[in-house]
């Protein structure tokens, strides 16, 4: 027990010693016992360790967008929109106190309200629009998907194989190819929010990995090898497809 414990207790009379002695003894406790986390505070700085780590593993990268970079400047002048959006707002506030024409008014009003409604669709397509996408190693049971945020710097979400709903599941290989013709396609995530995945406007860096994570054959235990039937596929139906139209286009002249 501390000495200042015992010194106080000289100066107290018997009757209420004892009890001066336990209720010293236990704030002699408290004060000396470390502080111990919460179970919220252990889980949260379990998820951060998680996060880190998870931010440091290596990427196997399989596809980069050719549009992220204006869309990233897009993406930082929406803010500027939003402070014009914001000093007309202060402008309509100043004027509704005046005698001004209720046509200038709707015309300043209409203004910003297109200057915030432009600038709240900017944030939600840079929010989905994918601008890398790559498997996390070594394990390549998560794929990550870098997006923009808000202020325009990139946000990477990692999510596992089986939360990603294939698009090309049970589709035919001519159907394959009309969707990936698309300037955007979805892909969709339990749990998440819905992305979006340009083909047409991007880098398809592995193409076999690619493709069968996005028709959902993926196995991370295979190697690249074994996963070219789908690409092979996928040539073979465009082929046949140029094939048809050549014919047809014989037959009509």
Known sequence: MPACVFGAAQAIP??????FLRVGFAA??????????????QQHQLQQKQL??????????LYKSKWIVPVRFLVRAKVFQLLGGGSIGLILAGITMQQVAIGDIVALSALAGGMVAASCCLWYYSRRYVGEMGLLLPDRRHVRFSVLDFWGNREDND???DKLVPPFKDVRPKEIQRIASQLLFPLNVTG???????????????PQVLFSILKGEYDPKQTPDQQQGFVQQMAAADLNSKSTRTVSQQQQQ
């Open 14 to 19: 018997r009757a209420t010693l004892p009890m």
């Open 28 to 41: 002699s406790q408290h004060v000396c016992r470390p502080e111990q986390p919460e179970a919220g505070d």
């Open 52 to 61: 880190q780590s998870s931010k440091q593993q290596p990427v196997w990268k």
């Open 159 to 161: 999510i596992p194989l």
């Open 192 to 206: 998440d929010r819905q992305y979006y995945l340009s083909i047409q406007a991007g880098n398809i860096l592995e």
